[in-house]
């Protein structure tokens, strides 16, 4: 049996560990004290409290999903739930995605949009790529004044950057893209949207995503307060971690713009490509878990500058569990960046639902920015580095916005890599 390392506990590494564990001798390292990456969750005053985003759980992908529910009880341990999105726009609670609900907007900001759509869609209609970056792109697609009213400002917090700097490579398959014919569908016939794989989704009944990563987590050796700091080859080709245990593979999942700092004797082409990737741009998240009033609503986004939250995510109604030890409803307010505990309670006093703050978050490394040359270099990485038995994956690791179940998919092909 192969002696494989894997780096990072999140999603990403224990997805892999756990696919390589009776195939292989697994051994997890992570740095942090507590398994989880991104998908963390703890229980301030027993109300779950997702420490990043509100993860839930859907898949495209029939491989994804047959080996995500081979390690689960679907029925026993999951709801299933439909999404019920929102957005608060001109202090008026409007349907997701804004153009099946044009309308529910006033009158004379339809007027526009259908002029910019008719506009567009009669002349040629672009694919993604040929739009230079992403505020073309989202323009192009849907017209300056939706962009003015919705996609420009939302985008703009998400992103926390200029959207003419952020180019598409990350936009495959993450946004629907719809044509005349759809929206006019959806606006008259009044659809609930369809496409997005998280129109419906699974949550665990009891402790959030930390429920999923502890599930993976079983039967694992996994090593916490284990940081990787330095990785080397050695003269019989192994993997030597942390001066200390020789491994055939390692699955890096960790973030790729540090692992030139502590791979010792890469090569001279892997440490010029690992330079290139050291100054990737990534977001960071700041998280409010608030109480709240009752509502059906599960997403609530809050395009609008007057807001310096951009969502508010309905944790407490995907389990009621979530809820316990509390009287309230609770809820997630999610601001990109970082902001002061004092800020962000002013600021949700500007939000509806009477929200009250229990415990907060900030996560520095959340979102990952490409670059338009990002995927070449870390093709190149990964090619450069296999011949070692070094394995790229996940958010970070590969640079890619992946979901979870995109984390599993990415896994599913290292693993197959690896074993051979
Ligand atoms: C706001 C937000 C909301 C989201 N919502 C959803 C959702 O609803 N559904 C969904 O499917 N996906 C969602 N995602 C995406 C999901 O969070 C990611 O796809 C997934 O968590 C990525 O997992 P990962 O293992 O690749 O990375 P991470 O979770 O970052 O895990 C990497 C791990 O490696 C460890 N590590 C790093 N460096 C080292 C080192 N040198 N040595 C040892 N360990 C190290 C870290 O501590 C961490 O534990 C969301 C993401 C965000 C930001």
């Known amino acids: 049996m192969k002696n494989i390392a894997v780096i990072g506990s999140g999603i990403s590494g224990l997805s892999a560990a756990k696919m390589l564990n009776d195939k292989a001798i697994v051994t997890v390292y992570e740095r942090e004290n507590a398994i989880g990456g991104l998908v963390k969750c703890d229980r301030p005053q027993d109300i779950l409290f997702h420490r990043v985003g509100g993860h839930v759980f859907n898949s495209k992908n029939k491989e994804v999903l047959d080996w995500f529910w081979g390690q689960f009880d679907k029925d026993k341990e999951f709801i299933k739930a439909t999404r019920n999105a929102r957005i608060l726009i001109h202090d008026k609670i409007v349907g997701y995605p804004i153009e099946n609900f044009l309308y529910q907007?006033?009158?004379?900001?339809?007027?526009?949009?259908?002029g910019d759509m008719l506009a567009i869609q009669g002349g040629v209609h672009k694919k993604p790529e040929e739009y230079p970056h992403f505020e073309a792109f989202l323009k192009g697609n849907f017209g300056e004044a939706l962009y003015n009213l919705y996609f420009g400002p939302y985008n703009t917090k998400i992103w926390n950057l200029d959207l003419s700097t952020v180019p598409?490579?990350?936009?495959d398959g993450k946004l629907p893209m719809p044509n005349l014919k759809q929206m006019l569908m959806a606006n008259i016939v009044r659809e609930e949207e369809r496409?997005?794989?998280?129109?419906?989704?699974?949550y665990p009944k009891e402790e959030g995503s930390q429920f999923i990563v502890n599930r993976l987590a079983e039967g694992l050796s996994i090593k916490v307060n284990s940081p990787l700091t330095k990785l080397e080859k050695t003269a019989e080709g192994k993997l030597r971690i942390n001066n200390e245990a020789e491994y055939d593979a390692v699955v890096f999942t960790g973030d790729v713009r540090a692992l030139g700092s502590f791979y010792t004797n890469a090569s001279e082409a892997q440490k010029a490509v690992l330079k290139s990737l050291e100054n990737l741009r990534s977001n960071g998240t700041s998280n409010l878990l608030c109480e709240c009033d009752a509502t059906d609503v599960s997403w609530l986004y809050l395009p609008e500058a007057k807001f310096k939250a951009h969502r508010i995510i309905y944790t407490g109604n995907f389990a009621p569990s979530n809820n316990r030890?509390?009287?309230?409803?609770t809820c997630t307010v999610e601001f990109s960046g970082k902001h002061?505990?004092?800020?962000m309670v002013a600021e949700i006093a500007k939000l509806p639902g009477n929200l009250n703050m229990i415990d907060y978050n900030y996560e520095p490394n959340s979102y990952v920015v490409q670059d338009p040359d990002t995927r070449a270099n870390i093709s190149a990485l990964k090619s450069l580095s296999?011949?070692?038995?070094?394995?790229?994956?996940?958010?970070?690791?590969?640079?890619?916005?992946?979901?979870?179940?995109?984390?599993m998919e990415a896994a599913m092909e290292v693993t197959t890599q690896i074993l051979g």
Not at 195 to 202: D, L, Y
């Open 386 to 407: 296999a011949a070692d038995g070094l394995y790229f994956l996940g958010r970070f690791g590969e640079w890619e916005y992946y979901n979870m179940d995109k984390a």
């Open 105 to 114: 907007l006033p009158a004379e900001i339809v007027d526009k949009i259908i």
């Open 168 to 171: 598409l490579e990350w936009l």
């Open 340 to 343: 002061t505990v004092e800020e």
């Open 195 to 202: 496409e997005m794989v998280h129109a419906s989704f699974f």
């Open 325 to 329: 030890g509390s009287q309230r409803t």
